[in-house]
């Protein structure tokens, strides 16, 4: 309670809430243990069963929080033993794929959001952000500068972008940029929906049409595996993704299509 009161203000909405969510759910053995009397091998137990119930990146990001904890009320570490979580293999769709997808997403109330995320490779909470005064239909621009997260009470609220380097100013294809001409015309919001629903279609549109199951932020991982196949330079790619780092960009983000594949083992 005092590590997120000290930090409520500084940190993102969505950290306080991810710790504040640690806070109540997890690690219950150790909830009414004194600092001091949290060793390694009280942790290791209370991770021990953590593990029986939540999966390995869960368990990881709750050792974070305890581990932040301590650091700021103690001069210990605690060095466990934690399972890695395991790399989630990420789909990506070949182009006729696509093709069929942005098909069936005409005129659907979430085809605007879903066609920014796959178009442009925005994260959802900067899709849920943008405003009409954002974009500039002259020039074509998308100004993306903030971020629309939930707080700890869950209700949303408007930060800036994830990093400095997510503050960035991307060109729209004609095809994006006619949709949200007409979505100012119409007064309406680019996000239109509940939050959920864009995914929620998403995994529907898939399944109806026999498409590798996707979330609405694996087609960010789709734009970059795009510009990947495209053969876009690095320092572009990302400056339109927004990433601070190429590591991150190339190890979490960049997947080799399958097209691409197929292509590389026949030459």
């Not at 709750?62 to 060095?79: G, I, K, P």
């Not at 549109?205 to 498409?211: A, F, Q, T, V």
């Not at 970059?224 to 572009?236: E, F, R, T, V």
Request: glycine share 2%; proline share 5%.
């Amino acid at each position: 309670d005092k590590y997120i009161a000290m930090k409520d203000g500084i940190l993102s909405p969505s950290t306080i809430r991810s710790y504040d969510s640690t806070r109540r759910n997890h690690l219950p053995t150790l909830m009414n243990t004194p600092l001091k009397n949290i060793t390694k091998n009280v942790a290791q137990k209370a991770f021990n069963e953590e593990a029986k119930n939540y999966s390995e990146k869960t368990v990881l990001n709750v050792y974070h929080v305890l581990t932040v904890v301590l650091n700021q009320f103690t001069d210990r570490s605690l060095e466990i033993s934690l399972a890695q979580p395991e790399e989630r293999e990420v789909n990506t769709l070949s182009e006729e794929q696509l093709k069929t997808l942005i098909t069936a997403l005409q005129g659907d109330k979430s085809e605007i959001p879903l066609l920014i995320a796959l178009f442009l490779g925005l994260r959802r909470s900067e899709i849920m952000a943008l405003e009409h005064s954002d974009y500039d239909p002259e020039t074509q621009i998308l100004n993306i500068t903030k971020a629309k997260v939930p707080d700890k009470d869950g209700n949303f609220v408007i930060k800036k972008t994830k990093t400095k380097k997510s503050r960035r100013k991307i060109s729209v294809p004609a095809y994006l940029s006619d949709r949200l001409k007409a979505c100012i015309e119409r007064e309406e919001p680019f996000y239109n929906v509940a939050p959920e629903r864009p995914y929620k279609r998403l995994q529907q549109l898939c399944e109806k049409y026999n498409l590798p199951k996707m979330s609405m932020h694996d087609l960010r991982h789709q734009n970059a595996s795009i510009m990947l196949s495209l053969g876009i330079p690095d320092k572009y790619a990302m400056e339109r993704g927004g990433w601070s780092s190429n590591s991150t960009m190339k190890n979490i983000y960049q997947h080799t299509m399958s097209e691409a594949r197929l292509q590389t083992d026949a030459k």
